[in-house]
């Protein structure tokens, strides 16, 4: 069997296990849209854990981590590891549990729900819901664009006959992996995604750390052979030529060289690589980061206030207390897959490894072309079915949500209760998520595909974040008024649109927004300023603006009263 | 205890913006690069203040009870399910 076969085989055993748990998890479907959407609010701290933590860590997470860091050095973790680390783990504490709490007494499903109660304004679900399904299609297409990039690199060379790199073309992975997560959800609905999120989670960090450690030996050993290792002896760089003692030395082999970046290998042969080259340090350090970019960047994991599959994942838990393990574990879950990821993604950087052309031009494919590169075809094929299980965990949730959405806020609110019965509000939600899956899918074969995963996620997560100060403020202050959120949803809006355009739509890497301060430039991350304008348009206006009345405010603010 | 957890996440935030390692190259244990080290340890020192944010101050007055929380289900089905 060819090692590409070999690969599929395992990815397709992998899929179809994926399949079998979405249908057992049907047969404990109530037959209820309660129960479809919510999972009837019955999971614990552990589904809770893997299913929030599965959600958030997207191709994004994996791939762009990678790729990032391949681009622009280890800052990368620092920019949105960390700090996620802090973020995620607030927004689930000050905005999960409040949320839950409210969602579980008054029947909420969706973000828009609970906004038209807390506002008394039946508009604002008009208003919200096309922006947030509008931000929940470039995320998705961040996953999507994340598989068939990460497939495509690690099965490059072996199917010569399906495309010019060899490799499996990008839109056969896509249109797989959106089926077979279609199909899942539909069988198992939230039980079935929490489920398979939990499986998924497990899988992805597991393989994850499997693929670190296969990769850093790998590569240690490799670079030995070939003579490009280095080690000190009496003070002089000598090329090293004992093998790797264990996984310490040869994670000391590799990182050693993570100075030497791409500009030496282009510019430098082989034999006098170590000899005669000053290393910059740009890939070790943050020498290519902006300080206060790095700063601004710390407003983007407070997306997560605001994502609507999360929120509804918010609302499966079975009690207030299953979100401490979530909240607890979090920036922990968080480092395991980041580091990995971050220092696989300088390792390519270094001369240690030959990364071709078409590789290094498209920094999406760096991980699946390491993983091919430096483990077997078995292993290799096990590695890539960990990418796509880290992919596919939040691409159901998101599928689920955007459903869920469309019939919960649009359908059913202004078609009328009595109207639908459960079997037709579930066959409307399943025929909105085909038509959004298929225009993701069709836009995924479009020039979109060639922007940078890590780039376009920054952008979709911009919106998603300058809408985060709405939800802090409709949870506690009891001075937001309807016409106050709807200043801060259009003010987001418009001023997420401007600056995307002024970007070029993304195609521009490393866009800042710059404030001139004297003689100086400061460089900021375009959500710094859309926060910061959603912010003051939502406060401004609801100061000089009517509050929701006295029975609203004893309802959400019983203690205040 | 509640301003002090508040305190602790600000502080964080605060050690997060490490500007006095921005060029610091030094591997930590021969293989870790000092910011990625750095960062490593403010992820787990989130851990460990939103463990003590879960064990002393953690929101009251949840809709924690559970029959209360299965009737509104029930409620809300009987009204018409997701809607």
């Known amino acids: 069997?060819?090692?590409?076969?070999?690969?599929?085989?395992?990815?397709?055993?992998?899929?179809?296990?994926?399949?079998?748990?979405?249908?057992?998890?049907?047969?404990?479907?109530?037959?209820?849209?309660?129960?479809?959407?919510?999972?009837?609010?019955?999971?614990?701290?552990?589904?809770?854990?893997?299913?929030?933590f599965g959600t958030t860590m997207t191709g994004f997470a994996l791939v762009g981590s990678t790729g990032e860091a391949f681009a622009e050095g280890v800052g990368v973790y620092g920019m949105l590891a960390s700090s996620s680390g802090i973020i995620h783990s607030l927004c689930f504490f000050v905005l999960g549990v409040k949320l839950w709490s409210w969602g579980k007494k008054y029947g909420y499903t969706t973000q828009a729900g609970f906004f038209r109660d807390r506002l008394e304004s039946d508009k604002i679900g008009l208003v919200l819901v096309p922006i947030l399904v509008g931000l929940v299609v470039p995320y998705l297409l961040v996953g999507v664009i994340s598989a068939g990039k990460a497939i495509e690199g690690a099965t490059r060379g072996d199917f010569l006959w399906m495309s010019e790199s060899g490799g499996i073309p990008p839109w056969l992975t896509e249109l797989v992996i959106c089926v077979v997560v279609l199909v899942y959800v539909f069988f198992g609905g939230m039980r079935g995604t929490a489920w398979a999120n939990t499986f998924q989670t497990l899988v992805f960090m597991v393989l994850g750390v499997v693929a670190f450690y296969l990769i850093a030996t790998g590569l240690a050993t490799k670079s030995v052979e070939t003579g490009r290792a280095h080690t000190i002896v009496?003070?002089?760089?000598?090329?090293?030529?004992?093998?790797?003692t264990g996984f310490l030395d040869s994670l000391q082999i590799v990182s050693q060289e993570i100075p030497k970046s791409?500009?030496?290998?282009?510019?430098?042969?082989?034999?006098?690589?170590?000899?005669?080259?000053?290393?910059?340090p740009q890939f070790r350090t943050r020498e290519r980061l902006d300080p206060w970019m790095f700063f601004t960047y710390m407003l983007i994991p407070f997306s997560v206030g605001m994502?609507?599959?999360?929120?509804q994942h918010w609302l499966t838990a079975k009690?207030?207390?299953?979100?401490?393990?979530?909240?607890?574990?979090?920036?922990?879950?968080?480092?395991?897959?980041?580091?990995?990821?971050?220092?696989?993604?300088?390792?390519?950087?270094t001369g240690l490894i030959n990364i071709p052309p078409p590789i290094a031009s498209d920094p999406n494919k760096v991980l699946g072309f390491m993983v091919k590169s430096l483990s077997g075809d078995i292993l290799g094929g096990f590695l890539l079915a960990g990418i796509l299980a880290a992919i596919m965990s939040s691409l159901d949730s998101q599928f689920l949500c955007i459903g869920t959405m469309f019939t919960t806020d649009i359908v059913v609110h202004y078609g009328g209760k009595d109207r639908f019965n459960d079997r037709q509000i579930i066959l409307i939600s399943r025929c909105f998520i085909i038509a959004i899956v298929t225009i993701t899918f069709m836009l995924s074969l479009t020039n979109i595909a060639q922007t940078r995963v890590f780039q376009l996620g920054i952008w979709c997560f911009s919106g998603f974040s300058s809408l985060f100060p709405l939800a802090l403020l409709a949870v506690y202050w009891r001075g937001l008024s309807k016409w106050g959120a709807y200043a801060g949803v259009l003010t987001a809006?418009?001023?997420?649109?401007?600056?995307?355009?002024?970007?070029?739509?993304?195609?521009?890497?490393?866009?800042?927004?710059?404030?001139?301060?004297?003689?100086?430039?400061?460089?900021?991350?375009?959500?710094?300023?859309?926060?910061?304008?959603?912010?003051?348009?939502?406060?401004?206006?609801?100061?000089?603006?009517?509050?929701?009345?006295?029975?609203?405010l004893l309802k959400f603010f019983p203690e205040k009263a | 205890?509640?301003?002090?957890?508040?305190?602790?996440?600000?502080?964080?935030?605060?050690?997060?913006?490490?500007?006095?390692?921005?060029?610091?190259?030094?591997?930590?244990?021969?293989?870790?690069?000092?910011?990625?080290?750095?960062?490593?340890?403010?992820s787990i020192a989130?851990?460990?203040?939103?463990?003590?944010?879960?064990?002393?101050?953690?929101?009251?007055?949840?809709?924690?009870?559970?029959?209360?929380?299965?009737?509104?289900?029930?409620?809300?089905?009987?009204?018409?399910?997701?809607?």
């Open chain 1, 493 to 552: 809006a418009g001023v997420w649109f401007w600056l995307f355009s002024a970007s070029n739509f993304g195609a521009i890497d490393n866009w800042s927004v710059d404030i001139t301060l004297g003689e100086k430039t400061i460089h900021t991350m375009p959500v710094a300023t859309i926060f910061l304008a959603s912010a003051a348009a939502t406060i401004i206006v609801s100061l000089i603006t009517p509050k929701p009345s006295e029975a609203t």
């Open chain 1, 319 to 349: 009690s207030g207390n299953a979100f401490k393990l979530p909240v607890v574990a979090h920036p922990v879950f968080i480092l395991i897959v980041w580091i990995p990821c971050v220092l696989i993604g300088v390792w390519a950087t």
């Open chain 1, 1 to 52: 069997m060819s090692p590409g076969m070999i690969k599929v085989l395992i990815i397709g055993v992998y899929l179809g296990l994926l399949l079998c748990l979405g249908i057992f998890s049907s047969r404990l479907f109530k037959g209820t849209s309660k129960d479809y959407l919510l999972a009837s609010h019955s999971i614990g701290p552990f589904l809770l854990l893997m299913s929030l």
């Open chain 1, 234 to 244: 009496d003070g002089e760089r000598v090329v090293r030529t004992e093998p790797p």
């Open chain 1, 307 to 311: 994502f609507p599959h999360l929120f």
């Open chain 2, 1 to 42: 205890m509640k301003y002090l957890i508040y305190g602790l996440i600000i502080a964080l935030v605060v050690v997060h913006q490490d500007v006095w390692n921005w060029e610091n190259d030094h591997l930590v244990f021969g293989f870790l690069p000092w910011t990625l080290a750095y960062h490593a340890c403010i």
């Open chain 2, 46 to 83: 989130a851990s460990i203040v939103w463990f003590l944010a879960a064990s002393f101050a953690w929101p009251k007055n949840l809709e924690d009870d559970d029959t209360a929380g299965a009737n509104a289900v029930a409620a809300t089905e009987r009204d018409g399910g997701a809607a």
């Open chain 1, 262 to 280: 791409r500009r030496v290998r282009a510019q430098v042969d082989l034999k006098d690589q170590i000899e005669s080259v000053e290393a910059p």
